[in-house]
């Protein structure tokens, strides 16, 4: 099947940064443990480079990948050096578990313009259970606070679920409570990985390449930030600039093969299942 090629910009819209391999969470549906390259911190020089390359473009950074973003210590000072760009937006993923209110606080202040939550339970006793190492009524606390206190701010703020099975009570739960608090309440797919069991190739094309561009720890840029285990490296911003990889040969002929559906002549992609019910002939 041949599919419509789409029309890159010659700029990504959202740029992921992954400031450190840390996550104080063990949770079994992530990847983030079989995560071993190092340094444990990405220097600063590199995530500088990285901001500085990007400027005046108008882009969406996300500091974090595989990790848990306010698990970086410094996470505070790359949002300022971020935020002197008046184009620039910052939105996180986070657990929640770090949020403090006095942390909250300081975001807010410096500009934050998005902030999800991935919470995935609405009973205590089923989130320990998926949400191994974190304590529920910490998260709880944190996000309602963050919530309440953006409202003034403007930042929107999304909290979410995955859908396991059989929890539509509690999803149901989950939705009512956070509804109150939150500009948006989701309720997310359990998603693979790549390389997570799949055994066949999916001939589709992929949304995730089209305007996202992730870096990381090392400064190496990979084609996605599902790629655990650095199946497809484009780049190095130690060596280039970022937006020489974004407009490179290599992620050009990953894009066509990508657009074409020809999931199977790219290793990583070659395992991966992800958007197999997105219709691609009507986008």
Known sequence: MTYKEYEYKNKPDYIQIETTIVCNAKCDFCTQH?????????????WKKIIDDTRGLGITY???????????????EICKYIK????????FNTNGSLLTPKLSDEL???????????????????????RKGLDFDTVVKNAEYFCNSSK?????????????PNTEEEQKAFKDKWSKFATSVL???????????????????????????FFYVDGRATLCCWDTNERCIIGDIK???????????????????LDQGER??????????????VDFEQK
């Open 152 to 164: 003034q701010k403007g930042t929107f703020t999304e909290v979410r679920m995955i859908g396991f």
């Open 34 to 46: 079989k995560v071993t390259r190092r340094p444990v911190k990405m220097e600063e020089k590199v």
């Open 239 to 257: 060596k280039e600039k970022a937006m020489d990889i974004w407009n490179g040969e290599v992620l050009k002929d990953l894009r066509k093969k």
């Open 84 to 91: 002197l760009d008046k184009t620039a937006k910052l939105e």
């Open 187 to 213: 309720i997310t797919d359990l998603y693979r990985y790549p390389w997570e069991g799949q055994t066949e190739p999916l001939l589709k094309p992929c949304l995730k390449i089209r305007k996202e561009m």
């Open 264 to 277: 199977d002549k790219v290793l990583l992609c070659s395992r991966c299942d992800a958007y197999k019910n």
């Open 62 to 76: 996300r500091p974090f990948l595989l990790n848990e973003p306010f698990a970086d210590d410094r996470m505070l």
């Open 108 to 130: 807010l202040e410096t500009g934050v313009d998005i902030m999800r939550f991935s919470i995935d339970g609405f009973f205590k006793e089923e989130y320990q259970k998926r």
